[in-house]
């Protein structure tokens, strides 16, 4: 325990937690929730990175590192020991393979691993047994790409049934959908163009060639994907206009991200205290990873945070920084990937991996919900209350206690943290359920003292019209 | 509407209910209110708007658990009758008005008995109510926003001896009255305390010279 504290205290960063207050939302310092245990770069690893660039797992373990500025991907073991490197490939009729030309996605599915290659306009898959070049998907042909296209795969990930998804350059309709031989499904997840009203009447004053010389209204490129362990795709967008930097695309390509945190923000785009301040900038998402419980991280460039959210959108902490040289912060992010509970983060411009370990604090987050997921309310509710003994000011635990005591039937006590959590909705849930079985425990008492009622006023009222009569009788006489 | 304990004037209290013009009327016009009961109206509704406050259920009050600050809920309560009192005095007294202040205040005083009495019926009932119920919570609020308008509406009818078109008239120039009112105290104010600022200055410098 000692041990840990001297570790929090090392954090280089500060964490924080949005807050519902009288007078909006805020944010105050909460606990740090994942600490940097461990560096990798070229001392510890073996190989020399010059700008790492994605990293991703196959169904082993393993790790494969891109490197974009080489062309190479490294492989290394569970336990980051040196596998083998791959790079380039043999064209016909050359000895020397070509290099990759500046290569910045990659996956493994079933063996094969997908590099997204964009200056060479291709995918090159390699057989991750054989060390081979397996196949290529060339530019992809359809009536929906126009004819100027040039096919500059950037992100790539294949799920389950081996539908490919491609983030590219200059393709603004969303993700490119192929099939494992290179064919052109469709575009899914498309962003839609949003002109805010302001826009629109400012439109109409303004000539035709003005409106030319304006920013054009496209739809905003993604910037990264990922799957999570169930196949949704996980998609987010860099650029600052949009609303929905973070979304959960299923597999027609709806957005189908819940954004229902208990303070009632509605959002989930990381940081957002200021919002509405003219100098504001938004968080700006490079890659974001999610695992089995729904949990998500996105990784921001703007500030080196990565920012947790639960499957709700609850922001459950956030960590990291950037642009100071103690580990734990970044210089230029570019891909993120957890293995259990560890979070990798990639830097490019510091050419390192940075691996974080959760705190108490954080595992305890983790396993409070795991264990309500898993409909253990019981050890939820310690877990969540013990979190709320470290950090009063979360919210969510609160309303998750609360939960926890709804499900275990104690309406009075879920009432009372639903309360302290402001959590207006889910407190006149648990009150229905507890008037009802306050009105079936006291029925029999209600109903009596009812007719109680009705009999005392019917006495009181009749004695009180005799005494007036005959008071009204006496003055009467005494008139007289 | 006349109960045992209440005198014959005192019984007006509830008489303006149900018969707000006849009430005014005879109030003003045959003497029949007493001086001390719109002050006294006016304090329990100032009670009443605190209970409200402080006892309204969780869900359908937004200030509670936050502490009470007296001064901000006579801001929010005293405050606007005593502006709505002086600025339709002032119009009124223009237009041809036959109400004193002092029967303005009346009627203002006497059209909050029912806001008390569905304000407090809303705090007690609303403890039994879920979010889902909360359209009857509402329909009691504004049953007596609505009854405490048309009581405010007759009475100053009655008491300035208006048409409604009149009344109309003044109740808007009423507003406008009032906003000059804040305006002209707020530049007061600032005024005020540049003067003192001034002055305070000139001490500091004078103290300090010699």
């Known amino acids: ?480 | 509407m006349r109960w045992l304990w209440m005198k014959e004037k005192e019984s007006y209290i509830l008489k303006v209910l149900v018969h707000p013009v006849d009430s005014f009327w005879e109030m003003k016009f045959q003497r029949k209110s007493k001086r001390w009961i719109p002050p006294l109206l006016v304090f329990i509704f100032f009670l009443v708007t605190i209970f409200e406050r402080q006892f309204r259920a969780f869900l359908f009050n937004d200030s509670y658990n936050s502490p009470l600050d007296l001064m901000y809920q006579i801001r929010i309560v005293i405050l606007p009758i005593v502006l709505f009192c002086v600025s339709n005095w002032a119009v009124t007294t223009l237009m041809d008005g036959k109400g004193t202040m002092q029967d303005i205040f009346m009627v203002v005083a006497y059209s909050l008995v029912p806001l008390i009495i569905f304000k407090v019926i809303g705090a007690l009932i609303s403890g039994a109510m879920s979010l889902n119920e909360d359209l009857y919570l509402y329909l009691i609020d504004g049953c007596g926003v609505l009854w405490f308008a048309i009581i405010l509406i007759s009475g100053i009818m009655t008491i300035h001896q208006y048409s409604f078109k009149k009344l109309a008239g003044t109740l808007l120039l009423t507003i406008a009255a009032a906003a000059i009112v804040i305006f002209v105290v707020l530049l007061f104010f600032n005024l005020f305390s540049e003067i003192i600022g001034f002055v305070y200055s000139i001490y500091r410098e004078l103290t300090l010279r010699i």
């Open chain 1, 1 to 480: 325990m000692a041990v840990m504290v001297g570790a929090v205290s090392a954090a280089p960063y500060k964490s924080y937690i949005y807050v519902k207050k009288n007078s909006g939302i805020t944010d105050v310092a909460a606990p740090t929730a994942y600490l940097p245990v461990k560096v990798y770069d070229e001392n510890n690893l073996g190989v020399k990175l010059s700008a790492p660039e994605d990293i991703c797992l196959d169904s082993e373990g393993n790790f494969y590192i891109l490197d974009s500025e080489t062309g190479y991907i490294h492989s290394f073991s569970p336990e980051w020991e040196k596998r083998y490197s791959l790079f380039g490939y043999l064209e016909s009729g050359n000895l020397n393979p070509t290099d990759l030309k500046k290569p910045q996605g990659i996956c493994v599915w079933n063996n094969v691993l997908y590099v997204a290659e964009t200056e060479g306009n291709q995918i090159v898959k390699y057989d991750i047994n054989t060390k081979e070049v397996i196949g290529f998907i060339k530019q992809p042909e359809s009536d929906l790409l126009g004819d100027g296209f040039e096919f500059r795969p950037k992100k790539i990930e294949v799920d389950s049934t081996g539908r490919i998804f491609v983030v590219a350059e200059n393709v603004n309709q969303g993700l490119m959908e192929l099939t494992q031989e290179g064919a052109f499904v469709g575009f899914i997840g498309s962003n839609s163009v949003v002109a805010s009203p302001f826009e629109v009447i400012f439109r109409y004053f303004l000539t035709e060639e003005q409106i030319e010389n304006r920013v054009a209204f496209v739809p905003v490129e993604y910037t990264n994907i990922s799957l999570d362990p169930s196949g949704f795709i996980y998609a987010v967008t860099a650029v600052s206009e949009v609303n929905t930097p973070i979304r959960k695309l299923n597999p027609s390509g709806v957005d189908i991200l819940v954004r229902n945190p208990v303070n009632g923000m509605e959002t989930v785009a990381g940081d957002i205290v200021g919002k509405n301040s003219l100098d504001f900038e938004p968080s700006s998402f490079v890659d974001i990873a999610a695992n089995d419980m729904g949990i998500y991280f996105a990784l921001d460039k703007k500030r080196g945070r990565i920012f947790a959210y639960d499957e709700d959108g609850n922001m459950l902490f956030e960590f990291g920084g950037n642009n100071t040289n103690q580990t734990g912060t970044f210089i230029l992010p570019s891909a993120i990937c957890i293995v259990e509970n560890r979070i990798y983060v990639l830097d490019r411009d510091r050419k390192c991996i940075v691996a974080f370990e959760p705190t108490e604090y954080g595992q305890k987050i983790m396993d409070a919900t795991r264990s309500y997921i898993e409909g253990n309310y019981e050890k939820s509710l310690v877990q969540w209350e013990e979190l709320l003994k470290k950090n009063c000011n979360f919210d969510l635990a609160y309303v998750k206690s609360g939960f926890c005591l709804y499900r275990m039937g104690e309406y009075k006590k879920a009432m009372q943290y639903f309360e302290l959590a402001n959590a207006r909705k889910y407190y006149s849930k648990a009150f229905v359920k507890y008037r009802k079985e306050w009105l079936s425990d006291n029925f029999t008492w209600l109903i009596l003292s009812l007719v109680a009622a009705i009999i005392l006023l019917v006495v009181v009222v009749s004695l009180v019209r005799r005494w007036a009569a005959r008071r009204k009788k006496f003055v009467f006489a005494a008139e007289r």
